[in-house]
């Protein structure tokens, strides 16, 4: 068991028989939705590889997504698409998709663990953690579902738009990234006020 499950297992109790780790991908990206994971674990279950989704190679995150999924007591995904996230900001966008990530779950939890320091409402216990995704074993494993739902969901967006290379840099803003939105102009999929710094005023007129 490592520090992570250790991590965890300091907040079971009588009153914590069920406890939730939360986390969400995409807030940084220039397109594509934000998703948001939540996750229960028996409080045995244990796999030395789960650890934060950034420090982890796509393949691998792939094969522990399967692991986390089959093993877990449950888990829940909340996604909020590109066009509410302009509606309602992307720190409000994130917060309502850990919130329905929650909904999701079959087992009601004592105590939510949820990245970051920021908490939606919630009529159960929360506890905000910074940089909980390296320090949580439930918050790494929802970072690492909500990272490979992502993935997927730009993997597919790349085939209806190529030219941004979404396949690869799933919609953060890496240099191939931000030359295609220069020469082509954005596409639909992405977060038009995100765009500020790469577009000047009179483009962003005639693309929106």
């Not at 969400?24 to 594509?32: I, T, V």
């Not at 986390?68 to 996604?79: A, Q």
């Not at 085939?159 to 690869?168: L, Q």
Request: hydrophobic residues 40%.
């Amino acid at each position: 068991m490592n520090s992570l499950k250790k991590f965890d297992n300091n907040f079971f109790s009588n009153k914590v028989k069920f406890l939730a780790g939360v986390d969400e991908a995409g807030r940084g990206p220039l397109a594509g939705p934000v998703v948001a994971a939540a996750v229960i674990f028996d409080k045995k279950t244990f796999h030395k590889e789960i650890n934060d989704s950034k420090q982890i190679p796509e393949k691998k995150r792939e094969e522990l997504f399967d692991w986390i999924t089959k093993n877990c007591l449950c888990y829940g995904v909340g996604i909020i698409d590109h066009l509410e996230i302009e509606e309602i900001n992307i720190l409000q966008a994130s917060l309502k998709a850990m919130r329905i990530a929650v909904e999701q779950l079959t087992i009601k939890p004592n105590l939510i663990l949820i990245d970051g320091n920021k908490s939606f409402l919630s009529e159960m216990k929360t506890k905000t953690i910074v940089k909980g995704d390296s320090k949580s074993f439930s918050i790494a494993a929802a970072s690492i579902i909500a990272k490979v739902t992502r993935d997927k969901i730009m993997r597919e967006a790349h085939e209806k738009f190529p030219i941004y290379s979404w396949n690869h840099n799933k919609g953060y803003a890496t240099l191939e990234h931000r030359i295609a939105v220069k020469k082509f102009g954005a596409s639909p999929f992405h977060r038009k006020s995100f765009l500020s710094r790469i577009l000047n005023n009179d483009i962003q007129k005639k693309l929106f």
